[in-house]
Structures are given as C-alpha cells and as structure tokens.
C-alpha cells in the first residue's frame, strides 16, 4: 500500500488561532480512517488542511507525495471534500448539479443518474431544484456529486448528517466500495457506533493533536 497522507509535527494558525498544535498521522491507501473528539478538537481543521485549504505554517505535511507547503492546490484533483456545507447550487435541479460536477470533475454527464440512484435519491426529484429538496435529499445529491468524481481521497465531515437510518447504511456500503478500490476514506464523526462500525482505523484529536491512534495499539 501506497502512503496517501503523512502528516508530522503540523502547525495550523487560522487568524491567530493555532488549529492543529503538532499533528501527526500517516493514512495508507485503502484505509477507512474515523476522527473523533470533541467540538474544537481539530478534526475539521485536519481534514482542510489535506485538502489544502487551510495554510501549514510549520511541521511536514505530504498529501499523495506533494508537499502541501510548498503546492497545496497539487492534490486537489485526486480528493472529494463533503463539508458541513453541501456547497451546491441551489437552483438547479439535482440532476443537473450532479451532472455539471461530473464533467467538471473529467466525468461523463451519464453518470450523474447512475450516482443518484446510488444514493437511494427517488427518480421523481432529480428533476427538482436543490432549494426545494430537504436536508437529508440535499446531502444524497452532495454524496452523488462526490462519487461521479471518483476521489482517490474522501475527505468527509459528520458526513451522516441529515440522512435516515436506511441512507445511512447506503453511504457507510459507498466508502466501503471506495476503499476495497483502493480509495483512501479519511472521515469526522460523532456518531458512536455506526462510524466504527465503518472504519478500518480510529484517531482521536484533543487540543489539535493526535492523542490515540488505534492502528498504534
């Protein structure tokens, strides 16, 4: 296995508050890693700064070999990123939105249907506008729009809200597909038992570093 993520010693300041405090972690490829701990503990922090959205300001931090010191934009097109935000445009139909990401992502337009389907998101609201559709029918599209890009890494946080039980089983099924292809699912979660269940791996965050990983035990 390929290492995807390695991280060591990693400062994060956002304004002039440090974020991540001396983070260290290495993911290999195929890995499905949960980052626990409680509000503020970094583990939102951590997932932007592999996405290379937050700045490193000290330590060494290597995402798929790039450093993200130096190029942090480099791995951008390998990684799926599902925020709190579903970050979708609200005025298109659900279709429409996935299809957009799939071309934008080097994808066909006729994956978006096969995408949305996968989600469990019923056949009669793709052809809804995104602003009319619920919160959890907001998040399949945002999940759909991950999985016509194909990530090498998922980036995921809290990525069961707003879903049901059944739409939650249905996702967990999706990052296990990903990982047994060999994708690398990186993940924060505070849903106890269902996100365990998911992960190969579980890495808790305190004050902005890592204080238990359990691939150490």
């Given at each position: ?99 957009f990401r799939a071309v934008a992502g080097g994808g066909q337009r006729g994956d978006a249907a096969e995408a949305l389907a996968r989600v469990g998101l019923a056949s009669r609201l793709w052809s809804v506008p995104i602003s ?86």
């Amino acid at each position: 296995m390929s290492t995807v993520v390695k991280f060591a010693n990693v400062v994060a300041v956002a304004g002039s508050f440090p974020v991540l405090t001396g983070v260290d972690i290495t993911v290999q490829e195929g890995e499905i890693v949960l980052l626990q701990g409680k509000n503020g503990a970094g583990k939102t922090s951590l997932l932007r700064a592999c996405a290379g959205l937050i700045r490193i300001n000290d330590g060494s931090a290597q995402v798929f070999g790039f450093d993200m010191r130096i190029n942090r934009q480099a791995p951008r097109r390998y990684i799926g990123l599902l925020g709190h935000e579903n970050n979708l445009y609200r005025d298109l139909w659900a279709i429409e939105h996935v299809e957009f990401r799939a071309v934008a992502g080097g994808g066909q337009r006729g994956d978006a249907a096969e995408a949305l389907a996968r989600v469990g998101l019923a056949s009669r609201l793709w052809s809804v506008p995104i602003s009319a559709l619920s919160a959890g029918q907001r998040r399949k599209v945002a999940i759909a729009s991950l999985i016509v890009n194909r990530p090498r890494l998922w980036l995921l946080d809290e990525p069961h809200s707003a879903l049901d039980a059944a739409s939650r089983a249905d996702l967990n099924a999706i990052l296990k597909e990903a990982a047994a292809s060999g994708a690398t699912v990186i993940f924060a979660s505070h849903e106890g038992v269902l996100s365990e269940e998911l992960s190969s791996r579980v890495v808790t965050l305190r004050g902005g570093q890592v204080v238990e990983d359990s691939s150490a035990r």
